[in-house]
């Protein structure tokens, strides 16, 4: 038993030490072929591969694995003329999709093997602690529901508690056959009675309530109807932060109404489908993110097989935040394209910033959306009255309307009030 | 400086009868219960200070609760794959084909909400009909079927294809007949499959036949010149149009189109350059072509052949028997002097009869043809498509079926079992068809007889084609999916013939790309954008007429004579409702007829002193009983200017089948038509007798009085041609007082306006129904009307004036045959009224609320969400066009035939609120599309062109009576127009200064209009 234990032993030390030996050789060079072959890997061939999946083009990683790198070198170079000259594997390989794949006469043999060595490997394992840090972020608003609960929790418990010692007590001083003086509480309700009977108090009193409820009726009632930061729940998870943030996504690639219609119009989902065909935020178990799974679920698609099935379409109900009543016209291209400079320079946007910010605040900072402006008439009217329009002399439209009132407003600054823009019927029809 | 001439709108203002003055006094029909409330539980009753406090401290406190409510949470559903060419908020437009008239159908995110004019569509570009306009609310129809049914049960296509084929199959093994029944089929991709069909099935026949139809004129054609065609008129060719009958400006064969040419003979432009058509009409009801006549001659029925020959024997010299017209002088000499100026005006003349007796119609073409109106008035060689029909094919189709001949029927676009005149007989001889199946929309009344009814879509979900006139075509393309589980009827007979091509948008393309498209130069897709494809037209033959006419005068003098007892008859198409297949359509049922203003009803029309002398009063309801014996209870309307012994009644009601809002509306005019000498005849004649009792009709007529006030101005074409003011007063001016003498407004960017040739219009309503689409109007249904609660914001003034006005006037030849001592002698003005955006507006002022005022752009802005309902402002406007909403008429089970229903909420336009109850509204001067076409050029960075902006009404108007644009542009149309001397403003002496001005109205007569001076 000892011995082969301890031929064992020898073995795989010796195994050991030849593996680590290897291992240091290797390191450095695979090490640097693996950040370029990712950033190769992201920037080329992301948009329709991934690494572990099919998506427009197979998964990577097994192909990769599979094939040799005599073939894929000239594959990955120039894949039509490798079908062209007849190779069989390649004319196979071709079968795959109707889609042709995209050739890369520019990228050299050590680029695409740093492509191959970082496929081959694919993406490491995701830290623990990043997902562990996610679980606290998510705790931490229950922690501090949680906390107050505890403190009002022990308050209520200490008071049953004093209440329970004051009856044990007197209990003990009953059977001891000592007397309770009981405190004098008359004293405070002749006191109350008292202040009451002070006018100038009462005065003072009533006043204060007046002023108190009434302000707070006031501002209430100004704030009746008013959703500014009404950020409902909706059916997926979107986030602005990470699309428009992050990913610095424009606008127009997902709301493509604003600069053409009154619509700013909700995407549909063959919008998101473009990106979450590959971009599926695999979870560690292998299966899709959820929320992108909700995508996949309302338009009838299968990851697995890459194919879409009417039959089970269901429409995601979104929550509209933004919400204008019916008697209300409001056309997102009058602003957005007709009004954008005089808007921009209103509201002091940053150059860099879209105009949409002007009304919708700084979405690419809302994790979840919300309403930014009050979406009142003031708010209108005050916009309107203010906005500098002075900027469409030369715009043909303009020209003549501009010129008119030019002469009665000499000098003053061109509002769209000064055009019309207050009337009731430019709004209201 | 006005005319002395009385204008009224109807006999109770004329007479002014006590009712009338009572009503008058109202702002609105119904008293407002004041009284009862002080009489009753008002004063009488005691209540107590502290229930008072109670209540209101009740009141206030619900109201604080109800405004607490949280905000309703909105959802918004986006497409799950949006079509390429969808942009949500902006519409999109395709070509389409409404019963042969090109059409642009406007759909808004996949539904179809408007139909327009399509500008390609060359002869039909001017303009589209009242049931082209509602057309859209059709497909929104809740009462149609939502699948196919089989012996009275839904089912599927397949069961539906393999029960079909097999009775086919059995019919066909039986050697019996197959016929396909419909009416005239103008599209030569559905003919192709009716052919293939039949050569499939050899025993099939197809079998046109029209309920309103043109048998007589076609048959004429085929014995007068051998072409059995119906021919292309060319109205706008024509300086003098003489009519019997026909109603070219409405009803007959395309009235839109004649419409555009004979008001480009009218109008504002011909009148510039001095010319105007010359235009009698001899008929016996009051037709809306009656009434835009210069000359209006009552006939009777029995009159119309003896006339007819009058004319011919004026016109050749001869002597034909059967000429005079013994009880109607008036006529006699009419036709005398029509006859003369129909030999000054050779070739450029035309005479129409709306008859559909095959002799008459010989006899007119006769006319024709000695006034040399063939080649130039009269097409024969590009003829009209639009009807085929043949009377007798049907005839013989009932005999078919009665001798147990026919195995199989089908019915395309037909429902003989509610318009064939002998429907009892039709209905008899179907139940001895072993296979009936019925293409209809819904159970109509054929299709409830059917063993199946294969559901068809409507136009706006179908494919197909058109071919109204010789190498003219047009193209049917679907604006949305199917939406109810539909399919066409030509798919349906390509399946059951099992042809090659059985999917028929493959069908059309195909027989478009074999045939028509070569010969024009033009690709499936280019097609798909023009929708219209014509080849050039054949150079337009002269035809002499060299038959004998002795047979035929013979055959006219026997049907007059035959018409010649009790009550003639006259049933007719009324312009609203036609021939009843739109007869659910709530828009249509609500279109007020342009004559006698009545709506969701027809009607007995009698002379008043007919009437008198009857002893029947309006609106009693009178038993009439036709020559077949078949007997309906119809309300009676006195109408000024029928024929004396004579009475009308309107076809295309009384419907029992069609859906909610149609069912039972009105009564069936059908069976009073006969059947004889090959042909349907639509004059006939019936026995009167009161049937006891009353039914009041539900008449916009009165509904906005005028107080006699000076508001319609009218001329003679002489008068106009010495002075083009004449008539306008606008010599002598009113002295006008002003309140705002400091405060003036400029309007200086844009001054929206209207101009209004009422020489133009000719009172089709059309412009009515397209304002009601555009603007998401309500239907509010029968009773409501009758309580003066119509919606329409622009409404068509109808006012009678007498030819004669003034005894001792100068008479002149034509003052003659005008003199009249009666009723029966009348004219008529149609004036369009809406809302005039007044710059001085009085509504405006009276508005406690400010929730109508003005803009810097001329018009009479109306914030629905700010108006509280006082109705100042209704009571204040002189032009009473402002309506108050008395319901929430899409939350009301009352009016569910239109608004109140998902489903037909489809229609409404999304760019227009839905106004709810206690809202006034009024004519926006459709603010949406002058905010879109500014917004469309402030986008392209260009200045607004004249044109870019296009009312509903003035689109939809065929005459171009509309004209609207900027008037601080001098080179704009309305500008110009605004110019013409013509222009007067209604009511223009108070100074509100109306934005609309209107044009005289102009008659070619030769009396000369005295003007009086206005003290």
Known sequence: ?429 | MESNKKYWKGLEEYKNTPDFVENNKNEFAEPLPIEDVLSEAGLSTVTPRRDFLKALGFGLGAVTLAACQKAPVHKSIPYLIRPEEVVPGIPNYYVSTFKGSPVLVKTVVGRPIKIEVNPNGGMFSTGTDAQAQASVLDLYDVSKLKAPVLKKKETTWSEMDAFVKGELNKAQASGKKIRIVSSSLNSPSAKAVVADFASKYPTTKHVQYDAVSYTGIIKANENSFGKAVLPKYNFDKADLIVSFAADFLGTWISGEEFTAQYVSNRNHKSLEKKKMSRHFQFETGMSLTGTNADTRVPIKLSEEGPALIALYNAITGNNLAGAALPNNAYATKALKLVGAELLQNKGKALVVSGSNDVSTQILVNAINAAIGSYGTTIDLDNPCKRYEGNDAEFAELINEMNRGEVAAVFFLNSNPAYDATNAKAFTDALTKVALKVSFADRADETADLCDAVAITPNYLESWGDANTYEGYYSVVQPTINPVFNSRQAEQSLLIWSDAAVQDYYQYVRNNWEKTILPSVGKTWNELLQLGVVSSTAKAAGAYSFGMSLEAVVASISASSKALQKDIELHVYESIPMRDGKHANNAFLQELPDPVSKVTWDNYIALAPKQAEKLGYKEFDLITVKGENGYAVDLPLLIQPGQAMGTASVALGYGRVKVGKAGDNVGKNAFPFVTFNNGTLKYATTAKLSAAGGREELAQTQTHHSFEGRNIIRETSLKDFLKDPAAGSGNHHKHKVYDLWTTDKHEKLGNDWVMAIDLNACTGCGSCIVACNVENNIPVVGKDEVRKRREMHWLRIDRYYSFNDEKAGHEVTKEKEIAHMEDLDQVSVVHQPMLCQHCDHAPCETVCPVLATVHSSDGLNHMAYNRCVGTRYCANNCPYKVRRFNWFNYWNDSRFDNYLNNEFTQLVLNPDVTTRSRGVMEKCSMCIQRIQAGKLTAKMEKRALKDGDIKMACQQACSANAIIFGDKNDPNSEVAKALRSERIYYVLEEINVQPGIGYMTKVRNIDSETKEAHHA
């Not at chain 1, 894929?72 to 042709?100: D, H, M, R, V, Y």
Request: proline share 4%; aromatic share 8%.
């Open chain 1, 1 to 429: 038993m000892r011995n082969i234990s301890l031929n064992f032993k020898k073995v795989w030390k010796s195994a050991f030490v030849f593996a680590a030996f290897s291992f240091l050789i290797l390191s450095g060079a695979q090490a640097q072929d693996l950040v370029e072959g990712k950033t190769l890997f992201k920037d080329k061939c992301a948009s329709c591969h991934n690494l572990a999946t099919n998506s427009t083009g197979p998964a990577l990683t097994p192909k990769m694995n599979e094939l040799d790198e005599a073939y894929l070198i000239p594959w990955i170079k120039n894949n039509l003329a490798l079908t062209a000259s007849g190779n069989k594997q390649a004319i196979e390989a071709s079968k795959f999709s109707p889609t042709e794949m995209k050739a890369f006469p520019t990228l050299t043999d050590d680029q695409i093997k740093s492509i191959i060595a970082y496929a081959k490997v694919g993406e490491p394992k995701k830290e623990v602690a990043a997902g562990e840090a996610a679980v606290d972020e998510g705790a931490s608003a229950l922690s501090i529901v949680g906390i107050i609960a505890i403190i009002i929790l022990s308050i209520i418990v200490l008071i049953v508690l004093g209440r329970a010692v004051k009856m044990l007590e007197r209990l003990i001083l009953q059977k001891q056959g000592i007397e309770i003086v009981e405190e004098e509480s008359v004293s405070l309700t002749v006191g109350v009675g008292r202040l009451f009977k002070n006018k100038k108090f009462v005065f003072f009193t009533v006043l204060c309530l007046v002023v108190v409820l009434g302000s707070f009726g006031w501002m209430g009632m100004w704030e009746t109807g008013v959703h500014t930061g009404y950020k409902p729940t909706q059916p997926i998870k979107f986030s602005h932060e990470l699309h428009a943030g992050i990913n610095q996504i424009d606008c127009q690639y997902c709301h493509t109404g604003p600069f053409k219609s009154k619509n700013a119009t909700i995407p549909s989902l063959n919008v998101c489908m473009n990106c979450h065909k590959n971009v599926q935020a695999v979870q560690e178990d292998g299966s899709v993110s959820p929320e992108i799974q909700k995508i996949y679920n309302a338009i009838g698609y299968d990851p697995a097989t890459q194919t879409y099935d009417k039959t089970k379409e269901k429409p995601i109900e979104w929550v509209r935040v933004h919400n204008l009543p019916d008697f209300a016209y409001f056309n997102h291209s009058q602003h957005v394209v007709v009004g954008e400079a005089a808007i921009r320079k209103e509201k002091g946007l940053k150059p860099t910033d879209p105009v949409c910010f002007a009304c919708h605040g700084p979405v690419n900072t809302m994790e979840e959306l919300e309403q930014h402006s009050p979406l009142t008439m003031k708010w209108c009217i005050n916009c309107h009255k203010d906005a500098d329009i002075s900027d469409k002399k030369d715009d043909a439209f303009y020209t003549n309307v501009i010129k008119a009132h030019e002469k009665i407003k000499k000098g003053e600054k061109i509002t769209p009030a000064l055009l019309g823009g207050l009337e009731c019927g430019k709004c209201h029809y």
